[in-house]
């Protein structure tokens, strides 16, 4: 068996033009393999810290500790190592922090080393890496899964963080949900996608896109942006509510002061309970399937307001709520918050706690949905990822700019490879 030769990281840049982290593990047979680690904007306030170094260089944006505690710290103490043993190298690389939120050595050094680690260890085996993300998962939880192709999550009008518009909500999502294959899911949103575009221009607003390259114009209200993607649909043959259903993230927390929930694009702030009538209004109105922190992370009882009031009705999707961590996972789920996990590796830091996560999520019939973050690269780890746990839904973005079509381009060729692995419905 291969044992871990060298690992190696440098600094590179981010779709936002800002510092991550790059990596590298060989393995001594000269097998080698590498990966980048993304970054949030809206980050939930109890994520695993990212390590940036608050210096001059880069605006304080740089990551060179973390590349640093990746060459000097990490690597020396992983040399010889078996990579097909990844619970093992995730729970040194755990001790090895000895933070809970990993900010002794940073979650993006450690991430980088665990991602970069699968990822040799699937060559090594002669697998590809969805099917070896499918093994760890099996060999972590002691359970099965069946892989399948992930129904995709197209955000193409953005919001809140992520654009300098008026837009409260950070997201507006489609899914393709009628589609018969992955292809026909792409090419369908591809087309709503330049629909919208068309639409825009001929109003005379802007086509510029935000940091996941949907559209990001001025507008008078939520419900006016939900109403274009309706046009859009419309005018690309399809029908709202069969072919396509709508998504939003709110990203609540973001917009969450005192109690209230201030939508300032429309001017006007809401208590936890007006605002679940909001939301509740909007899914009785419009077809939308899916809502991701419509709530604050910290706001309990407007979740369970919201879950109660809607969460039979529509998917209640916990991001900065749960942070991809089983411990807070476990008691939103005891508390009864949401129906479905959005899942982050970033914001835990291994690809053994991801998987966990998961498990859990899957052992107390919650949805999982495999997610980018806001910064990207052109890594498509979380296709593989998707793909390889069955996990059935994943969001990455517009169809549009290489950072998020990367990852659709990834599921289209794992499609074509494998034409037994059928579109999660
Ligand atoms: P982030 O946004 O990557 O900026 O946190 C994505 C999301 O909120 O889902
Ligand atoms: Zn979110």
């Keep these: 068996m291969s044992k871990i030769k060298s690992i190696q990281a440098i600094q590179v840049l981010d779709s936002r033009g800002l510092p991550t982290v790059a990596c590298r593990v060989s393995l001594d047979n000269n097998l080698t393999a590498g990966v980048m680690v993304p970054s949030g904007a809206s980050t939930g306030a109890k994520?695993?810290?990212?390590?940036?170094?608050?210096?001059?260089?880069?605006?304080?944006?740089?990551?060179?500790?973390?590349?640093?505690?990746?060459?000097?710290?990490?690597?020396?103490?992983?040399?010889?190592?078996?990579?097909?043993?990844?619970?093992?190298?995730?729970?040194?690389?755990?001790?090895l922090d000895g933070t809970e939120d990993k900010s002794n050595i940073g979650a993006n050094a450690v991430l980088a080393v665990s991602l970069a680690i699968c990822r040799v260890a699937a060559k090594e085996v002669d697998?590809?890496?969805?099917?070896?993300?499918?093994?760890?998962?099996?060999?972590?939880?002691?359970?099965?899964?069946?892989?399948?192709?992930?129904?995709?999550?197209?955000?193409?009008?953005?919001?809140?963080?992520?654009?300098?518009?008026?837009?409260?909500?950070?997201?507006?999502?489609?899914?393709?949900?009628?589609?018969?294959?992955?292809?026909?899911?792409?090419?369908?949103?591809?087309?709503?996608?330049?629909?919208?575009?068309?639409?825009?221009?001929?109003?005379?607003?802007?086509?510029?896109?935000?940091?996941?390259?949907?559209?990001?114009?001025?507008?008078?209200?939520?419900?006016?942006?939900?109403?274009?993607?309706?046009?859009?649909?419309?005018?690309?043959?399809?029908?709202?509510?069969?072919?396509?259903?709508?998504?939003?993230?709110?990203?609540?927390?973001?917009?969450?002061?005192?109690?209230?929930?201030?939508?300032?694009?429309?001017?006007?702030?809401?208590?936890?309970?007006?605002?679940?009538?909001?939301?509740?209004?909007?899914?009785?109105?419009?077809?939308?399937?899916?809502?991701?922190?419509?709530?604050?992370?910290?706001?309990?009882?407007?979740?369970?307001?919201?879950?109660?009031?809607?969460?039979?009705?529509?998917?209640?999707?916990?991001d900065d709520l749960f942070v991809t961590n089983k411990k807070i996972f476990k008691e939103g789920i005891e508390k009864g918050l949401g129906n479905a996990i959005l899942i982050k590796f970033n914001q835990i830091g291994t690809i053994t706690e991801t998987i966990e996560t998961i498990n859990l999520a899957n052992s107390n019939n919650y949805k999982s949905i495999i997610s980018h973050r806001s910064g990207e690269t052109e890594d498509t780890t979380i296709s593989d990822l998707c793909v390889g746990l069955g996990a059935g839904q994943i969001k990455t973005g517009a169809p549009c700019r290489s950072d998020r079509v990367s990852k659709y381009n990834r599921l289209l060729w794992i499609e074509e490879e494998c034409p037994d692995l059928e579109l999660s419905k």
């Excluded at 990551?63 to 020396?76: C, H, R």
């Excluded at 972590?140 to 399948?148: K, Y």
Aim: glycine share 8%; aromatic share 8%.
């Design 47 to 95: 994520e695993a810290l990212e390590l940036r170094d608050g210096e001059t260089a880069f605006m304080g944006k740089g990551v060179q500790k973390a590349v640093d505690n990746i060459n000097k710290v990490i690597s020396p103490t992983l040399i010889g190592h078996n990579p097909l043993d990844q619970k093992k190298i995730d729970e040194h690389l755990i001790s």
């Design 127 to 318: 697998k590809s890496l969805h099917s070896y993300f499918g093994y760890i998962y099996t060999d972590i939880t002691g359970n099965i899964l069946s892989p399948n192709l992930p129904m995709p999550m197209l955000n193409i009008l953005n919001g809140g963080e992520h654009a300098d518009n008026n837009i409260d909500i950070q997201e507006f999502m489609i899914i393709p949900k009628g589609a018969k294959d992955f292809k026909e899911a792409i090419r369908w949103s591809s087309e709503i996608y330049w629909n919208l575009k068309a639409i825009l221009k001929e109003r005379n607003l802007s086509t510029s896109v935000g940091d996941e390259g949907g559209f990001a114009p001025n507008l008078e209200s939520n419900e006016e942006a939900i109403q274009l993607i309706l046009e859009s649909i419309q005018k690309s043959n399809l029908n709202a509510g069969e072919d396509i259903t709508l998504a939003l993230d709110c990203a609540a927390s973001e917009f969450y002061k005192d109690g209230k929930y201030h939508l300032s694009g429309e001017g006007r702030s809401l208590n936890p309970g007006e605002f679940a009538d909001y939301l509740e209004d909007l899914v009785e109105n419009y077809p939308i399937s899916s809502i991701e922190d419509g709530m604050d992370e910290n706001d309990y009882s407007g979740w369970k307001i919201l879950t109660e009031k809607i969460g039979s009705k529509c998917q209640l999707v916990g």
